[in-house]
């Protein structure tokens, strides 16, 4: 099949009990439209990914997982839904006739905390534009931006989105090495032997027996905290809650018993047992990331917790033979980012090749790396009391960019405005409640306690948008490091076969994601390239994002057996 140089884009979608696909020229023209059975288009698909096309549909989750269970790769695609939520939302495509309307197809939100709006596709609402329709209506909106350069970065930003769903589906099919033999000893020198019919494993038992004796409570059930604030009390224990940090201030001879329970409880739920028998098959753990499942545009997984791996596991996560594991990770992502944000040459200067904390002490900016820490979290995150309020004046003085960029983010969002990462990812709107609230307190009839509760909210909306500015930020550094590298890996092909499924039985590939974390399992013989590819498109990802501004953002690199053994 030859590349046609006026099609831009192969659009797919379902037709029936068959394939449609239509191509696209860059403008949205319509050139050409074939069908095909459902059971012929991998095949083709594998053929004409030969010509390096750019694939639309309507998700990647819908669409990729089959090519790659048929060995097939995509290089390049634009996921419509990711794409048409950011390009709706955007505040630079205000005017357009997308922007603020509803999404192509229903979007279920579960919005529990402002930093966590989770989507999920479900049936489409009535008139529904077909792909290729929605498609047009990206284009033209994304034409319209008047500005070059927020059209040029919103651009990225979409390519960067519909890069990170491809390595999303990719990490899910290729999965994250797992030794079960290990994981399970791990669990039964961590927990003791397994309860034969699901109750708790013997070390924790032990420890329950232990905290009932130690507060005279023989039926105390330690997993129900209303039982367990009620027997803390009858000791003599006040406290409001059975929280670990509070329950550490409290000198008792049943609290080291109580909180070493919590732990081990802790990993029994979330990586048991029952999350091994449940998740790991066939040496793999395969984790189902949601791109762009939080509203500053970081993931969330939909099951079996992968952004929360314990170190008491990690050791399970070990390479296949022959193969290494390649773990890497950016050093202090969001002040970095920050500093790139703001322009602030002080703050890019002080991390220059080193750890930023230190450099900050070593510029007598703070007197120990903990305040350096503390002082960070409190201007990205609005902390106001505490180590972290103390030492912010002094960064006030050294960075007054990069403070004055979230102050004013924070100003924004306290004044029920919108503000946008760097390419282009806008936060929302608070909510009506929130709008009524504000209102209720302006009003000459207002009360004292009315002005207390909009007080409050306005800042905790006003933290939201400080940090969504760099956290949101720091995702499109992430997602533009993943799709530089994901390409890199592929270049890395060898002779030699792994136990990796196909498309990746013979190259380096990612098999992990953390926010600023990248895991690549690699042939041995090219696990050294792997980690410069790793280093490589950091830096580039860096130049995408702010040019020659002389931010950097240094890696910590190993290339190990198992994952414990990175850190």
Known sequence: MSADPSVAYLVLQRAGEAVQVSSVSADGSLLEVRRMPAAQWPEWAAAAERTHPRWAWRSTRAWYPELLHRGIRVERCVDLALCGTIVRGAAVTSGTALHGAGPAWKVVLDVPAVDQALFALEEAPQNEPDEVEELRGQLDAIASVADPVASSRLRLLLAAESAGALAAAEMQHAGIPWREDVHDRLLTEALGARNALGGRPARMEDLVAQIRDGLGAPSLNPDSPGDLVKALRRAGINTASTRAWELREVKHPAIPALLEYKKLSRLHAANGWTWLSTWVHDGRFRPDYVPGGVVTGRWATSGGGALQLPKQVRAAVVADPGWKLVVADAAQLEPRILAGLAHDASMAQAGAGRDLY??????????????????????????????????????????????????????????????????????????????????????????????????????????????????????????????????????????????????????????????????????????????????????????????????????????????????
């Open 358 to 567: 230190d450099g900050l002490v070593a510029s007598g900016v703070v007197d120990s790396r903990q305040h350096a820490k503390v002082g960070m979290l409190a201007a990205m995150y609005g902390g106001t009391t505490g180590d972290g309020a103390r030492v912010l004046p002094r960064l006030t003085r050294a960075f007054p960019r990069a403070i004055a960029l979230v102050t004013a983010a924070a100003q924004a969002g306290e004044r029920g405005e919108q503000v946008s990462t760097l390419l282009g990812r806008t936060s929302p709107l608070p909510s009506e409640q929130w709008i009524a609230e504000q209102r209720q307190a302006s009003l000459p009839s207002a009360t004292t306690e009315h002005e207390r509760r909009a007080r409050s909210q306005a800042r905790d909306w006003g933290r939201f948008t400080r940090n969504f500015v760099v956290q949101g930020t720091a995702a499109e550094w992430a997602l533009c490091w993943m799709a530089t590298l994901r390409n890199r890996l592929v270049a890395l092909h060898t002779d030699e076969r792994g136990r990796a499924a196909a498309p990746f039985g013979s190259s380096p590939h990612l098999v992990y994601f953390l926010h600023d974390e990248v895991v690549v399992h690699a042939p041995e013989s090219v696990a050294e390239r792997a980690a410069d590819a790793i280093r490589d498109s950091a830096t580039e990802a860096g130049r995408l994002l702010f040019g020659s501004f002389p931010v950097t953002f240094p890696l910590s690199v190993a290339v190990v057996d198992s994952y414990d053994r990175a850190k």
